[in-house]
């Protein structure tokens, strides 16, 4: 008999310890949680107002929901590995504004796409760089190219302005269409999710963002390239951010210097909200996703129940600490299960 | 001879320390100024610099003693914004500014009180704590007023926040900001209180192995930078002559930018408030060196956020360096 591959069976029947499934499930119920709070959100909103979930109500949600999921995805990745992006938002303004410059020239659609992508790769690039040569903290440098970006952007663009008449008609057509009540734009989010979703699941590469994540030390002891990784992160975390840029531009054809202003805020919510630990090495794309979706749908749900919108901000900072602070709790409360456990069975 | 060299040694090494060298610069950019810039050192042009100043100095005071234990609040701003609004909101009812005054102090005191509450409690990250209570205090501040702007406080106050003492380049809201960096100053350095945040900083476990209490010290600070926060929202409305829901937007980032860029280490445990207020006034003036100068307000953003990066990769690479300087003296001393 020839082996043809290696033997993948050790690790897999390894049995898992009760402790380990029991955080397993822990973090399942997590992600559950927040899909469960979402729909028990949109049920009560559709009794209260029937038009809600219509097919451009549902069009709506999605739409609004697509460039958070986006940008969150990216950050989360940055976040897995112990570190975070601020100058997301400043990223994702400067290539929505490139991307519509190269268009109002006539230029082609999916070039102007690709143009967003790259300025935000090589924005993502100068961060990673920083972060993982300089060896200087994430917050600090992040903060600081937050600046530079927007500071440049605004430079470049000025008073000047870019609007939906300049912009070809099927870039903005793309924009608002899709199949249904589903939005193309949506489809893009979807299928950038799941790849990254199975990429951090079945990757090696993708598992050493968790493992240099919970113990930079020890990964770098293991053998991890954890410089190699984390710079993939941003740059990663870069490219979607450029990418939302660009169907920030298709979404609402209308992009000035202040656009993506305070962005970074509510995708670093939407990554907290949604699981994904600062302190690194847990979470999922999946819950932050759902963490996008449910802070998007809070703004959509307020304003159907008739509820001023000045109450969204407050609402969007409670949900945040509310969603930590739960997570603190159940956290507190397996530990000391397991610690029971251990005792009887030790 | 020896000794010689250890004195030697001694300055090298104070020069090295990253907030004599913000000291030194910021001395440098303000000799440069006077002397090259027209319009610069007259007084009115220097009590705008330090008016405008004054917000993130306030701020940085109890941001720096937060950041040298470990912790950081980004809901400084969205206090502020806060107590501007509750401020305006209760003037609109008709309350003498008297009153308010202290319900709205009260009231950033209970801001800090639920972020130091969040954090020592339950034991969350300040990051994501203050991310969240950023939100949420800046929503409740836009429930209170809404878009409304409340400009009529008593000429009074307003005198007192703008103006300036006769002729000179001194703010009369100097003169307090001064006691309160005294108090500080003295606080961080040469109290029990002080020596052991930077010993919660280093390593909070050990601090607590020690005696330190260390849940109840970071308690009081979060609560004191509540109480900054809401003090500096009241100057600012009155400074600004409005009460505006959105006051003080974003300035959590530039008190954070300038306490980093005076050397306070992010991990903890290092930084002098000399340094994090060389860094806070250093930014002021630059900022209004490039507003003289006509430099747009967009490239002097790019200008802040360039120093911020400096600021860190400076001692980082300085360290770098001193370290294979080291290397190379110990394999030549071996050698010879």
């Keep these: ?346 | 001879m020896a000794d010689s060299a250890l004195v030697r040694a001694v300055r090298w090494s104070a020069l090295k320390r990253w907030d004599s060298a913000v000291g030194a610069l910021l001395i440098v950019v303000l000799l440069l100024s006077f002397t090259t810039v027209d319009g610069f050192g007259n007084a009115l042009n220097l009590s705008f610099l330090i008016g405008n100043t004054l917000p993130i100095a306030l701020i940085a005071l109890p941001m720096t003693l937060l950041v040298v234990s470990g912790e950081i609040d980004l809901s400084v701003a969205s206090t502020a914004g806060l107590s501007g609004a509750v401020m305006g909101a209760l003037w609109n009812q008709g309350m003498t500014i008297e009153t308010i005054i202290p319900i709205c102090l009260l009231l950033g005191v209970v801001c800090g009180l639920i972020n130091g509450l969040l954090v020592t409690r339950l034991g969350l990250p300040s990051l994501a704590v203050t991310i969240g209570t950023l939100a949420a205090y800046r929503g409740i501040a836009q429930i209170v007023l809404g878009s409304d702007a409340v400009t009529d406080f008593p000429s009074q106050y307003l005198d007192f926040a703008s103006g300036r003492l006769g002729d000179t380049f001194i703010p009369y809201a100097f003169f307090p900001f001064l006691v309160l960096l005294a108090i500080a100053v003295v606080a961080l350095h040469a109290t029990p209180f002080g020596r052991s945040l930077f010993a919660v900083g280093a390593s909070e476990e050990a601090a607590r192995f020690s005696g330190v209490r260390v849940k109840r010290q970071k308690l009081i600070l979060f609560t004191m930078t509540g109480l900054m926060a809401s003090l500096t929202g009241v100057f600012w409305a009155l400074h600004y002559a409005s009460a505006r829901f959105d006051n003080a937007t974003g300035l959590e980032l530039s008190v954070v930018a300038a306490v980093l860029l005076g050397g306070i280490d992010f991990d903890g445990g290092k930084g002098t408030l000399g340094g994090a207020i060389a860094g806070v006034f250093l930014l002021g003036a630059l900022q209004n060196v490039m507003s003289l100068q006509d430099v747009s307000a967009q490239s002097q953003i790019v200008v802040t956020g360039v120093l911020l990066v400096l600021s860190v990769l400076g001692p980082r690479v300085a360290r770098q360096v001193s370290i294979a300087r080291a290397g190379r003296r110990a394999a030549q001393s071996s050698t010879g």
């Design chain 1, 1 to 346: 008999m020839t082996v043809t591959a290696p033997n993948p069976a050790p690790a897999a029947e390894v049995p898992k310890s009760s402790g380990t499934r029991l955080v397993d499930r822990v973090f399942k119920m997590r992600e559950l949680a927040i899909l469960l709070v979402f729909l028990v959100m949109i049920v009560i909103t559709q009794i209260g107002n029937s038009d809600f979930l219509s097919e451009q109500g549902i069009k709506d949600l999605l739409l609004n929901a697509t460039i958070l999921v986006l940008v969150a995805t990216g950050q989360s990745l940055v976040v897995i590995t112990r570190n975070v992006d601020l100058s997301v938002g400043s990223t994702l303004g400067i290539s929505a504004f490139a991307a519509g410059t190269y268009l109002q020239d006539g230029g082609n659609s999916t070039v102007a796409v690709l143009l967003a992508v790259l300025l935000g790769i090589g924005c993502g690039l100068v961060n990673g760089l920083l972060v993982s040569l300089g060896q200087v903290p994430a917050l600090v440098v992040t903060l600081g190219t937050l600046y530079i970006i927007r500071g440049i952007d605004s430079i470049w663009v000025g008073s000047r302005q870019i609007t939906a008449a300049g912009l070809p008609d099927g870039f903005i057509d793309f924009g608002s269409g899709g199949l249904w009540a589903v939005p193309w734009l949506a489809m893009i989010a979807l299928v950038v999710l799941v790849a990254t979703a199975y990429y951090l699941k079945h990757f090696g590469s993708g598992r050493e963002l968790y493992a240099l994540g919970s113990n930079p030390e020890a990964a770098r002891l293991a053998g991890i390239p954890v410089r190699k990784r984390i710079l993939a992160a941003y740059t990663f975390c870069g490219a979607l951010a450029g990418l939302a840029g660009a169907l920030y531009l298709a979404r609402f054809g209308n992009v000035d210097s202040g656009t993506g202003y305070g962005y970074e805020l509510t995708v670093v919510s939407a990554v907290v909200v949604g699981g994904v630990v600062f302190t690194g090495g847990s979470g999922s794309v999946y819950g932050a996703a759902l963490g996008a979706l449910l802070l998007t749908s809070v703004n959509s749900v307020l304003p159907a129940l008739g509820v001023s919108s000045v109450w969204v901000l407050a609402i969007n900072g409670i949900l945040l600490i509310l969603a930590i602070a739960v997570d603190r709790i159940v956290a507190l409360r397996v530990a000391t299960a397991l610690k029971k456990r251990n005792a009887r069975h030790g």
